[in-house]
Each structure stands twice: as structure tokens, then as C-alpha cells.
């Protein structure tokens, strides 16, 4: 295993800009560390890189009724965990790659947004079985974060609109192989259950029900480290 860098408490930050490539990924992911994000004053937002309209049962027949429920859930589930905003991109569901323009719009996030951490989905990850949005979107927001939000030569149109470069500290990776950042959620385990429970839609899709499911996951992400419930992150120093 790698040796552990932070165990108990999120990182500190003033601002958290949180990138998915589906609503219920922040939620799945880290809806805990959010939480006690929130309740320590950190400014939390979102970026939903898709809206999740291929995520329908299949009795929804169009995308357009998909994407706006899907965005609606993930609004509420924000709402519940005190997150200050949510910005949905809106690519198509399952044809994300990390292209220019995707790590574009996602500097311009960073520059708008400015975050001290950014949280996204580990590009790299050896679990193979992987939604490749969760890849492609992992890859092109660390490209956004570093080094392009930084440097004024990186899309310097985005100057026009105001938008100034900036610095992010740390990148978290959630869905690593190799996680060395874990925070307790033991405290906060009923409000990440409440914002997952937003995601009417998704219910059906955990085999065996969404609480035993996500209870399986925090215990073995807590299990190497001594903690009961927690959210496991890959830390990458930015600076
Ligand atoms: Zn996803």
C-alpha cells in the first residue's frame, strides 16, 4: 500500500471546486469530505461535465427528460450538503474525451471559481472497470489544473472575459487504485447517505441497495487506516 500523507480530517482550503463527469459522482465519491468541508466554512462548487442522459432506466425515452431529471437531483443533492453552486457542461453522456476544449472550459472553471483544491476522478486508476467519461474528465481536469489555469499562455482568450490565471495548490483524486488521503466520514455518514438518496433515478442501479453498498465502500476505504467510514483520495501536490 501507499504510505498514508493525511488521515482524519479533509485538507484545509478556502475554496473547493469539485469536477465529475456525471451527477451522483460527487455524491458517490465524496459527499462525506464535502460535508465537513462545508461545515468548517471551506466554499464548495461543482462542475458536471455530462448530465447523465444515458444514466435513464429504460423506460425514459428521451435524453432531453433524462439530462434535465438527472440535473435536478444533482441541484438537490448539492443543496443538501450546503455546496454553494453547481455548473453543468453538458456534454453528451459516455462521449467524453480530454480534448482541448474540454480542458478549455474546464480552465476557465478554475480561473472563474478559484480554487485552493481541486477534487476530481483519477485518470490513471488500474480498476479498469472504469466509465471511461470517469478517465477522460480525470485527465483533462488535471490538465486544466496544472499547469494551464496558471499560466496566461494557456488560452489567454479567456482573458477577454475577464478571466485572470490562477494557482490551484492540490489536486485529490477519488476512485484510486492507490489512495493516500483518507478522511473520516463516520460523522457525516447520514448526510452522505441524504444527498445520495437525491439521486432518485440512480437508486435501482446498487445491487443489494445504495446504503449497504455505500457502507461496504467507506469501510474498506477506512480499513487499512484505523477509521470506520471514510472517503480515500490520491493527494497530488500542484504547488
Ligand atoms: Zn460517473
Redesign the pocket.
Known sequence: MTTPRSIGEPPTAERVLII???P??PEFFCAGTVARWVTTGTSVHYVIVTSGDKGAPGDWDTHEFSAEVREAEQLAAARELGVQGVTFLRLPDGEVFDSLALRAQLTAEIRRFRPDIVVTHDPLTRLYRQ?P??RAVGAAALAAAFPASRLATFFPEQRAAGLQPHVVRIALLFGSDRPDTFVDIAPVFERKLAALRCHTSQLGAFPGGMETRVRTRAREAGASVGLELAEAFLWVDLE
Open positions: 465529475g463527469a456525471h451522483d459522482d466509465h467519461d470517469h
